[in-house]
C-alpha cells in the first residue's frame, strides 16, 4: 500500500509538472513538537480496564524533496521523511491476584513505543500577496509502526493519513515554514493472543527550514 501511494503521488506530481515551471530539488531541516493522546483497552479475564495517556515528544529530523515552482509562485511538491519520529513511548508493571488460575494472572512489566516511518507528503505552496509568503496545504501518508513488550501479544503496524496547513516564506531558494499536521485517528489491536486495543489521536507542529538546487 505504501508503494502504490508513493506511485499515485509520483504520478500526480508529474501531471501538474506538464505545465511551463521550474523544477527544483532540496532538502530540510524540521524541528518540531507531536502530541498524542489515546486510551487502551484491556480485554483479559484479569482485566478489562481502560487506560489513558497524552504524550508530547521534540523531535528533530529532515526531510529531501522535489518541486514545481510556476512563474507565478505556486508551487507543487513531494517529500519525504527518511527518519523515524517517535510519538509516545511508555511503561507499567502491573499486579492482579484476582486470578483463578496462577498462569491467567494480569501481571508484569509492559512497555510499548511508536514511531511515524516513512512519512511522503504531498503539498502546495499558494502565493499571498508579496515579499514571498504563502499559505501551505498538503497531505500526509506515513505508517506507524509499534514495538511492545506485552503480556504473549503485540500490536501490529498500520497506515494512516492526515493533512497538513501552514505558512511560509521563500527567499531566493531558501524557505522558511510553521505548519500543523493533523492525523486521523490511530485504532490497534492485538494479535498472537489478548484482546487489548489501542484508540489514539496524534497531531505535530513543525518548523521547517528548506533549501532547493
Known amino acids: 500500500m505504501k508503494k502504490l501511494n508513493i506511485l499515485v503521488a509520483t504520478l500526480m506530481f508529474t501531471f501538474f509538472t506538464s505545465v511551463k ?8 531541516l524540521i524541528a518540531g ?6 486510551t487502551e483497552t484491556e480485554g483479559t479475564a484479569a482485566d478489562t480496564s481502560d487506560r489513558s495517556a497524552s504524550f508530547d515528544e521534540l523531535f528533530l529530523g529532515g526531510d529531501i524533496f522535489v518541486e514545481m515552482v510556476q512563474d507565478s509562485g505556486l508551487t507543487y511538491g513531494l517529500s519525504y521523511v527518511p527518519l523515524d519520529i517517535e510519538i509516545g513511548d511508555g511503561k507499567r508493571t502491573d499486579s492482579s491476584s484476582g486470578a483463578d488460575v496462577a498462569s491467567e494472572a494480569d501481571t508484569g512489566t509492559r512497555s510499548a513505543s511508536a514511531d511515524l516511518e516513512d512519512l511522503v507528503t504531498i503539498y502546495a505552496n499558494i502565493p499571498l500577496g508579496g515579499n514571498g509568503f504563502y499559505g501551505l496545504a498538503g497531505y500526509h501518508m506515513v505508517t506507524v509502526s509499534t514495538s511492545e513488550s506485552l503480556n504473549e501479544s503485540t500490536y501490529g503496524n498500520k497506515q ?8 511560509g516564506q521563500r527567499s531566493g531558494n531558501v524557505k522558511f515554514e510553521l505548519a500543523y499536521s493533523d492525523f486521523e485517528d490511530i485504532s490497534l489491536s492485538t494479535s498472537n493472543g ?6 489514539a489521536d496524534a497531531d505535530a507542529v513543525t518548523f521547517r527550514m528548506s533549501y532547493a538546487f
Do not use: K
Open 21 to 28: 515551471a521550474e523544477i527544483q530539488f532540496g532538502f530540510a
Open 194 to 199: 489478548g484482546n487489548n486495543s489501542i484508540n
Open 160 to 167: 494512516i493519513y492526515g493533512y497538513q496547513l501552514g505558512i
Open 33 to 38: 513538537q507531536t502530541s498524542v493522546s489515546g
